[in-house]
């Protein structure tokens, strides 16, 4: 049977990733676009949750300016960005 995705293992690599919380899949996926150069990837959190998560050395600032270009475009209210150990809340402009 496989793994929840609460039950796999979290590598080394895995724990320093830059994670944006998503509150869809699609909109997750449309974020991911907008973050390629970095490995970006949709992933399933658990409980129907989505996130998308990228290489940490993706440079902040380029991030967090294209999460709240994101935010904006799509008329969400906020979103949790998770990078280098802090939460970063964003909220639509």
């Known amino acids: 049977m496989g793994e929840s995705a609460q039950q796999r293992r979290v590598s080394p690599l895995d724990a320093h990733l830059i994670r944006?919380?998503?509150?869809?899949a699609l909109l997750?996926?449309?974020l991911?676009?907008?973050?390629?150069g970095?490995?970006?990837r949709v992933v399933e959190t658990?409980?129907?949750h989505w996130s998308v998560e990228?290489?940490?050395?993706?440079?902040?600032e380029w991030v967090l300016e294209r999460v709240q270009h994101w935010l904006d475009d799509e008329a969400l209210g906020q979103v949790d960005v998770h990078?280098?150990?802090e939460t970063h809340t964003l909220t639509s402009r």
């Open 54 to 60: 990228l290489s940490p050395d993706a440079p902040r």
């Open 46 to 48: 658990g409980d129907g």
């Open 20 to 24: 944006i919380d998503a509150p869809s």
């Open 83 to 85: 990078m280098n150990g």
């Open 38 to 40: 970095h490995d970006a």
């Open 28 to 30: 997750g996926f449309l």
């Open 32 to 36: 991911a676009l907008r973050l390629q």
